[in-house]
């Protein structure tokens, strides 16, 4: 038992420590960027992105529950990476109603 523990443990780390390294390669040199950043960059990808099929819509116009499905409709539209996604998604969330 105890050792069926220390493998499950070992696996854990194994896995922690790949996973970021083989999703985001970016990721490992630090901290990327910080929110304001963040936000910053869903709102040049949102206006740059976002407006070329149709008008660019108004982030206040949907809940962010709402957002989430569009945003899963369009980003791939977008050609959006994982990342630019969530960045948009912060974004588009964090305007005041
Ligand atoms: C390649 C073209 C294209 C791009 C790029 C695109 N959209 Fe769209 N979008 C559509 C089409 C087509 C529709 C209407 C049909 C549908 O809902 O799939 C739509 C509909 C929408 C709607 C209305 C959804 C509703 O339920 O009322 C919103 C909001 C939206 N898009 C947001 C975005 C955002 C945000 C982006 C950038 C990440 C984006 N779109 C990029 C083509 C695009």
Not at 49 to 63: F, V
Not at 79 to 89: D, N
Request: with cysteine; charged share 15%; hydrophobic share 40%.
């Amino acid at each position: 038992m105890k050792k069926f523990i220390a493998v499950a443990s070992f696996t854990a780390v194994l896995l922690a420590s790949c996973t970021p390294k083989a999703t985001t390669p970016t990721a490992s040199a630090g901290p990327a960027v910080s929110t304001a950043e963040q936000l910053a960059q869903g709102k040049t990808i949102f206006e740059n992105s976002c407006g070329k099929c149709h008008e660019l819509p108004k982030p206040t116009a949907y809940t962010s529950v709402q957002w989430v499905g569009i945003m899963n409709s369009m980003a791939p539209k977008a050609k959006l990476t994982e990342e630019q996604h969530q960045w948009v998604y912060d974004y588009v969330v964090s305007v005041k109603k």
